[in-house]
């Protein structure tokens, strides 16, 4: 199973920006971020074809966040910008897409996941 690695998370005012990084093991042709807050469940954020099927966001990550790859170093990227308090979350990368478990945003539809790293918007 492909091994993923993220970093780049932080805290910073609302308004302001941050970069996540995911470094996978291997090629993959799918990857997505996700997020998730204590008590409630992991949403989906944004996901991307790697071979250039195109990218994929939840409506409260439009305008604002944009993902991207960069294939020779079998990484993924999620720009991050005008952050609001409720983006706070810990937020995962996620690899291995099931297409039968559910679409793209789905949790569920995917089997690997990065340790996840944590993002504080303040007001």
């Known amino acids: ?3 993923l690695v993220e970093s780049g998370g932080g ?7 941050l970069r996540l990084s995911c ?13 998730q ?3 409630k469940e992991r949403e989906g954020v944004a996901a991307i074809y790697t071979g250039g099927g195109g990218a ?5 990550a439009k305008g604002r966040f944009t993902i991207s790859q960069d294939n020779a170093k079998n990484t993924v ?5 005008r952050l609001k308090p409720e ?3 810990v937020y995962y990368c996620a690899a291995d897409y099931v297409v039968d478990n ?12 990065g340790q996840g790293t944590q993002v504080t918007v303040s007001s």
């Open 1 to 3: 199973q492909v091994r």
């Open 102 to 113: 559910g679409g793209l945003l789905t949790y569920l539809a995917w089997n690997a996941w």
């Open 56 to 60: 994929y966001y939840a409506d409260s």
């Open 37 to 39: 807050v204590p008590g």
């Open 23 to 35: 470094a996978a093991s291997g090629y993959t042709n799918c990857m997505g971020w996700f997020r």
């Open 11 to 17: 805290s910073v005012q609302a308004g302001g920006s």
């Open 87 to 89: 983006d706070t979350a």
């Open 77 to 81: 990227y999620l720009q991050m910008n």
